[in-house]
């Protein structure tokens, strides 16, 4: 993961949080994204691993934007 290997090397500590929503027919996976309890980025998907990858890749988006407007 690319999150996983940005925030070790910027000495940031992250957290992803992930929890199912709809009927059992029907789940819906919702992660978000935390850099030093702020959060960064949100995904959903069909499956845990699925939500958990848009929302790192939101995350990282986030992180790029800013890399641009700031650097």
Same mark, same amino acid.
């Given at each position: 993961?690319?999150?996983?290997?940005?925030? *070790?090397?910027?000495?940031?500590?992250?957290?992803?949080?992930?929890?199912?929503?709809?009927?059992?027919?029907?789940?819906?996976?919702?992660?978000?994204v935390y850099i030093n309890d702020e959060e960064y980025g949100r995904g *959903?998907?069909?499956?845990?691993? =699925?939500? *958990? *990858?848009? /929302?790192?890749? /939101?995350?990282?988006?986030?992180?790029?934007?800013?890399?641009?407007?700031? =650097?």
């Open positions: 993961m690319r999150l996983n290997n940005y925030a *070790e090397g910027a000495h940031l500590s992250f957290r992803i949080d992930s929890n199912p929503r709809g009927p059992n027919n029907a789940v819906v996976w919702l992660s978000v *959903e998907g069909p499956n845990k691993r =699925v939500a *958990e *990858e848009n /929302a790192a890749n /939101a995350a990282l988006r986030v992180i790029n934007m800013y890399r641009v407007l700031y =650097v």
